[in-house]
């Protein structure tokens, strides 16, 4: 009887221990990929809000090193990384454990153009594909926008890199960046020494969203992740963290005259068909 109720409290203690280490964990997400890259800080905060709304006890470990989309999908497979953003495509959410919630709300798939200054009058006729394929567009080399933009016609140049994007911009390698709306303005003002410009009244929208990726494996990350984010959706709490951090960049999408043109997006994932109709953001 002794050592049945020895068993049975050591077997307590292992599902105490097992919920616990399910509860409580170090969590590793990726760094920026270069020191001029802020484009992590919302789906991180978002994250982290995520984590909390879902009753996750995690503390939260950036890796070392910046890393470029494709590797940090890579790190995520191999378990070297728990969890990390990148855009939904039916690819990633086959290898990967894919968070089917709309981070950021969509604002992935609206894109302004981003160009030289002296080039804006390239883009006062183009309010259409064919028109826009006169002009030649840059997308790193590992990022699912690249295929997107080939796959409509528009002739695209790869970078190795987030940095060098804008070198190719002012060296005149490419005529514009199609950079999303939450990034356009940010990026063109912290690099004045470029004279860079949002070609005005014109956006691309293509149906796509930034996504949370985890194992294949780590169902439970994946369910608390889900959970989480509907639950900010709910109470209000995802709003107000995209408003403000995308508040003015929305506003710019809601203008009268702007001018729509809509791709197709053979890299969709089934997955996000799933999502709330609610968390996806529309001017």
């Not at 503390?59 to 191999?78: C, F, H, K």
């Not at 183009?126 to 409509?152: C, E, F, K, M, Y």
Request: charged content about 25%; overall charge neutral; glycine content about 6%.
């Amino acid at each position: 009887m002794i050592r049945l109720l020895a068993i049975a409290v050591l077997l307590l203690c292992a599902d105490i221990g097992a919920v616990r280490a399910d509860v409580t964990r170090t969590l590793r997400h990726p760094a920026a990929e270069s020191q001029n890259d802020p484009r992590g800080a919302y789906p991180l905060l978002v994250l982290r809000t995520a984590l909390a709304t879902s009753g996750t006890d995690a503390t939260l470990q950036p890796y070392p090193v910046g890393a470029s989309q494709e590797r940090v999908l890579r790190l995520i497979e191999s378990g070297v990384l728990d969890v990390g953003w990148s855009m939904a495509t039916a690819d990633r959410e086959a290898r990967l454990g894919m968070v089917p919630f709309p981070v950021d709300r969509g604002l992935l798939g609206w894109r302004q153009l981003l160009t030289k200054r002296h080039d804006l009058s390239r883009f006062d006729d183009v309010d259409d594909v064919s028109a826009l394929a006169r002009l030649r567009v840059a997308q790193g080399h590992d990022w699912p926008d690249l295929a997107i933009l080939a796959a409509n016609g528009l002739p695209t140049t790869a970078s190795v890199g987030y940095d060098s994007l804008f070198a190719m911009l002012d060296r005149g390698r490419v005529h514009y960046l199609a950079r999303a709306a939450s990034e356009a303005e940010r990026e063109r003002s912290e690099r004045s020494s470029l004279d860079l410009a949002i070609v005005p009244g014109l956006v691309l929208h293509y149906r796509t969203a930034l996504v949370f990726y985890v194992r294949k494996d780590d169902h439970a990350l994946r369910d608390r992740l889900t959970r989480g984010l509907e639950a900010m959706l709910a109470d209000g709490s995802l709003e107000r963290l995209f408003t403000e951090a995308y508040g003015p960049d929305v506003a710019a999408l809601a203008l009268p005259r702007l001018k729509r043109i809509e791709l197709r997006n053979p890299m969709a994932a089934a997955g996000l068909d799933a999502a709330p109709p609610a968390a996806w953001w529309s001017p």
